[in-house]
């Protein structure tokens, strides 16, 4: 099992930014790829942002540009966010998911996180 805790969220005015981590603790595998979602009320979950083990980034066409997803290499445990010129339409409860597996031939695992609410007010 793995467990993924998040942290950082809060009440941010439009145009600030913020900073999220999540540290994943427990069985942990090096092939991963860790990643941010956020689900918005009344809306259904979306992804925000990925990063693979290998550093590799994609990001939603709604962050491109203002945000920055990075990990700690060292660590191979903790990933974060930042959100730059935050925009309300960014109000969410953002989420972390990690994916990994054992070997190139093993299954893959998914684990979430409980969230950590980012409200962002005009």
């Known amino acids: 099992q793995v467990q993924l805790v998040e942290s950082g969220g809060g009440l941010v005015q439009a145009g600030g930014s913020l900073r999220l981590s999540c540290q994943a603790s427990?069985?942990?595998?090096?092939?991963?790829?860790m990643a941010w979602y956020r689900q918005a009320p009344g809306k259904e979950r979306e992804l925000v942002a990925t990063i693979t083990g290998r550093g590799n980034t994609d990001y939603a066409d709604s962050v491109k540009g203002r945000s920055t997803i990075s990990r700690d290499n060292a660590k191979n445990t903790v990933v974060y966010l930042q959100v730059n010129n935050l925009k309300v339409e960014d109000t969410g409860v953002y989420s972390c998911?990690?994916?990994?597996?054992?070997?190139?031939?093993?299954?893959?695992?998914?684990?979430w996180g409980q969230g950590t609410q980012v409200t962002v007010s005009s």
């Open positions: 427990g069985n942990i595998f090096t092939i991963n790829t």
């Open positions: 998911n990690r994916e990994q597996r054992r070997d190139p031939f093993d299954l893959l695992y998914s684990y």
